[in-house]
């Protein structure tokens, strides 16, 4: 029992669990993003190369 106590208490994992969520959390977020706009953000690039292209 004193051995799950101290497993308990211990926090010496803590910051690099919350370091991984935060990753975890803008990659979803980064996903999304992409997932939303991926299209329109695509297209915008293309037109500007065709622009540039044509000068």
Same mark, same amino acid.
């Given at each position: 029992?004193?051995? %799950?106590?101290?497993? /308990? ?6 910051? @690099? ?6 990753? %975890?959390?803008?990659? /979803? ?6 997932? @939303? ?19």
């Amino acid at each position: 029992m004193p051995c %799950l106590k101290k497993l /308990l208490i211990d926090e010496s994992g803590q910051g @690099l669990v919350e370091y991984g969520l935060i990753i %975890l959390l803008m990659a /979803l977020a980064l996903f999304t993003t992409l997932k @939303l706009f991926g299209d329109k953000v695509r297209s915008f690039f293309e037109n500007t190369a065709e622009e540039i292209s044509s000068l």
